[in-house]
């Protein structure tokens, strides 16, 4: 009875180890028609029928039936905003967030899939560019902003997206001169699935953030990636749980340039950062998302890349550029965004 026991259960084991594989000569890129016009760095994959995309000119679409058919719309007199971010909690409901100096940075959300438009937050803080948020659930949220007085600019929200307040500057650690995020992809800022936040950060440093929760202790690690210029840094984070995260990045002006742009944790001993040794091909990366327990998907202006270890080793998918992505809860289908409405569906 003990022999059958351990042979159903590695047999189990097998067959999750080979759903969890992602054969890359199997993957497909399929490009799909939006009526998106300008460049998109927001989307949010809210389930596999369901995607919300944002961009510059006050752009936006969304599906609710797998890309089959899109709603494409500009939010009213909003033409000259850059929709950096967007939280999709359903085809109905959306947050977009604009990302400029000043008031450039604001939040919109919509009940009615994008008919009509409230304006819920605008920022008053002259150096508050809206770099990126997300949510740990439909009603509590989190947004920040490059630094006001010395400190990462933390809002919060309660009630889903409608109202905004600053979290205690206090409790946020002073950043380093010259340290700042970048709103590339709206994923330089997540949670991890036990509600604990990360932020990627670059420019004269690029460092990863982590609090279990706002209110409690930050830890700050430093990181082996690119720094020490105002275009390079950490661009993306993605937390699968508080012990495997992976983030990636490099130089936004020299988005060819290798050696330094994937980082991840390494456990071993005192937790520090590590760039892989099979990462040393990556070119500049502005987003990054798990498909599954062991394997990555990363996009960049160069191309997009897959991961199926962990991150420890990478192999280019395709070379058509994109700014960012996101991956179905389930795993079962991704989503890619770019320039000039170039949006993608991939497959596995």
């Known amino acids: 009875m003990k022999n059958q026991l351990f042979i159903t259960l590695l047999i189990a084991g097998l067959v999750l180890s080979s759903c969890n594989n992602i054969d890359p000569e199997k993957i497909q890129i399929v490009s799909h028609q939006t009526g998106m016009t300008g460049t998109m760095r927001g989307i949010d994959v809210v389930d596999e029928q369901t995607v919300w995309i944002s961009g510059s000119r006050g752009e936006f679409c969304t599906t609710s039936d797998g890309g089959e058919n899109w709603i494409f719309g500009q939010v009213p007199g909003a033409d000259s905003l850059d929709f950096r971010d967007v939280h999709g909690f359903s085809d109905q409901i959306a947050l977009l967030m604009s990302a400029g100096p000043g008031d450039a940075s604001k939040i919109f959300k919509t009940m009615d899939g994008g008919k009509i438009w409230k304006l819920c937050y605008t920022n008053t803080e002259p150096k508050g560019f809206f770099d990126g ?10 947004l920040f902003s490059d630094p006001v007085d010395d400190r990462l600019n933390m809002l919060v929200t309660n009630d889903g997206g409608e109202n905004w307040t600053r979290f205690h500057p206090e409790l946020v650690p002073e950043i380093a001169k010259g340290e700042y995020a970048f709103a590339a992809s709206g994923t330089s800022i997540q949670y991890d699935p036990s509600g604990g936040i990360w932020i990627a950060t670059g420019g004269s440093v690029a460092r990863i953030w982590f609090t279990p929760e706002l209110g409690k202790e930050w830890t700050i690690w430093d990181s082996p990636a690119l720094q020490g210029d105002g275009a390079e840094g950490l661009f993306s984070i993605a937390p699968r749980s508080t012990i495997r995260v992976v983030a990636v990045g490099g130089n936004y002006q020299n988005i060819k340039k290798t050696g330094l742009n994937v980082v991840k944790q390494n456990r071993v001993g005192e937790v520090n950062w590590e ?41 280019e998918i395709s070379q058509e550029g994109f700014h960012t992505m996101d991956i179905s809860e389930n795993g079962k289908t991704g989503w890619l965004a770019g320039n000039k409405g170039v949006v993608s569906q991939i497959l596995w």
């Open 133 to 142: 948020m997300d949510f740990l659930d439909e009603q509590h949220g989190v």
């Open 275 to 315: 760039v892989p040794d099979g990462a040393d091909k990556v070119p500049f990366m502005e987003s990054i998302k798990w498909v599954n327990n062991s394997s990555l998907i990363a996009c960049g202006p160069p191309g997009v890349w897959l991961s199926t270890d962990f991150g420890e080793s990478w192999i």
